[in-house]
């Protein structure tokens, strides 16, 4: 199910599941910055350690979060686009410059694909 685009300013209230700062600096900052930048501070209540475990936690009714895009295959779980915010996350590959490996080359073809826009 996929409903409209809402505004940040429409989760001040809501509850937060969240990765922790330590395992995800980048995104959890972000996060914040965005709700900041809203006026509000979240209220995050509870924080694991990977997103599969976050969207799985919002599906039970623990929370809100924020989740990148490419996060919507899930079922149980409504994804909405936030309207009024521009705020990216960077994503980077790391890889040996020399690495050989099929694998690695068709994964990066993809990750470029989708990623490149």
Known sequence: M????????DLANESFVIT???IGPGFYDIVTKICHQAGFSPKITVETHD???VITLVSTGMGVSLSPQCQ??????VFRELVDEATTLDLAVAYRQDEK????HSFLDIFFDYYSE
């Open 2 to 9: 996929q409903a409209g685009p809402i505004s940040i300013t």
């Open 72 to 77: 919507t295959q899930n079922t149980g779980v």
């Open 51 to 53: 997103i599969q475990t």
């Open 101 to 104: 490996s099929e694998v690695l």
């Open 20 to 22: 922790p700062r330590v």
